[in-house]
């Protein structure tokens, strides 16, 4: 039996998807909360981009 496919199913390698994010960038952010009895505790937020410095310098023509 085969499935059939889907659209937006296909091979990407790591590198070629590493390649995309550095050349534009991406923003990463998470937020953290520990707590015990429903008391929070701590609180972490959390952000950071992730690009190329090629990405971020302008572009002069």
């Known amino acids: 039996m ?3 496919a ?3 199913d296909r091979n990407v390698a790591l590198i070629d998807l590493l390649d995309r994010v550095l050349a ?3 923003v990463v952010s998470g ?3 520990l707590s ?3 008391v ?3 609180h972490v937020s959390l952000r950071t ?3 190329s410095i090629t990405a971020l310098q ?3 023509e």
Request: glycine share 12%; no cysteine.
């Open 24 to 26: 534009g960038g991406v």
């Open 58 to 60: 302008p572009h002069h």
């Open 49 to 51: 981009l992730i690009t």
């Open 31 to 33: 937020e953290i909360t």
């Open 36 to 38: 015990i009895a429903d």
């Open 40 to 42: 929070d505790l701590v």
């Open 6 to 8: 889907r659209a937006g």
């Open 2 to 4: 085969t499935l059939p």
